[in-house]
């Protein structure tokens, strides 16, 4: 959570980092002290320029920035912070202040355990002070710190979708994004997995959702609708891992909202997990009696990975980009569903007949 600019200027002042509000001051560059998620260290990037975003720069202008890895509880050294600021093309004298200004911001992120510290820093009359300021505060870590609490600013409120509001009513974690392929997953850590798997197979995700834990028929349906009415929605991947829960309970919900709803934008069903074989009956014999309603439902099982689905829902969201009808006459079923899905049967044992290509032993003596 982020910290109040009068508490975070006290805090800045009280660990000798001098600030101004002075326009006229001439901007120096940018200093920020952060958790690394990647190595789990502290990470120091400092540059000459006014960076806003970080990541922007260290991809598009990396000799722009100087970084530096420290471990979590590691006290931050003079000799280190100076190089650091040679590194970032700092000469003379600014190295000795960009050496007090390091050393400070650091001890600020690791007293305070914040998620980041971010300073814009000018040249004045003293020397460098900071012009801008931006701290996080780890939430978890709030118990250490009771004096912080009432300096924290509430998260800016996101302004929601009519879809998101709608979920949000009806108790379902749910989220708009920009795609075209629907995402029904088992659970928020498998929607943020699917929401990878199909933007790292070429598609665009439009929804991150949590369909976690036993539902029931009202709250499966209100999920497929939130999915299949979003009118930027051309196909449906729903991926149904049952492991504390019943996979058939869930298919003959799915079953039931199919034959209702007879949507006609395609649906991939990916279902594994306890009582799978009673699931895949159930929907075969809901085909066989309406294949009317069910030609535009591929469904896969445990034998085809979850990406290996992903793909094919991925595919159908491209033709129908394009224009074309992959449910025409003549068109190609799906890779995965040409591939047999019960394991094949083990080979016959050889007979003891000799091979044809092999000549008999002769009878008898030469």
Known sequence: MRLGNEKTSEMLSRHDIPCTEDAAAEPAGSLIVAADPASHKILVLLSKKTVDEWGELCAQSPRDVAREFLEPGEHAHGHTARELARRAGFCGADQGRLQKLVLGAHRVFAQNDCVWVRLHFARCREGIAVTRSDLEIDESALF????????????????????????????????????????????????????????????????????????????????????????????????????????????????????????????????????????????????????????????????TPADNAAREAVALAEMLRKGEDPFAEGAPEPAEARKPEAPAQPAPSPKTSPSPTTPEAPKGGA
């Open 144 to 303: 250490r710190h009771p004096e912080l609490k009432s300096a924290l600013e509430p998260a800016p409120e996101r302004e929601r979708s009519e879809r998101e509001k709608s979920a949000r009513s009806l108790g379902i974690e749910y989220l708009d994004l920009d795609g075209d392929l629907g995402i029904l997953p088992g659970g928020i850590g498998f929607g943020l997995a699917a929401v990878d798997i199909v933007t790292n197979t070429g598609g665009s995700p439009a929804d991150v959702m949590d369909s976690g834990g036993e539902s029931t028929y009202e709250r499966l349906k209100a999920m497929m609708d939130l999915m299949l009415d979003n009118p930027k929605v051309s196909v449906a991947f729903c991926c149904r891992y049952a492991g504390l829960t019943r996979s058939d309970a869930w298919a003959r919900q799915m079953v039931q909202y199919l034959l209702e709803k007879r949507t006609s934008k395609p649906v991939v069903l990916r279902v594994a997990g306890n009582e799978e074989e009673a699931a895949r009956k159930l929907f075969e014999e809901a085909a066989a009696a309406n294949p009317e309603a069910f030609k535009r439902v591929w469904t896969f099982f445990s034998t």
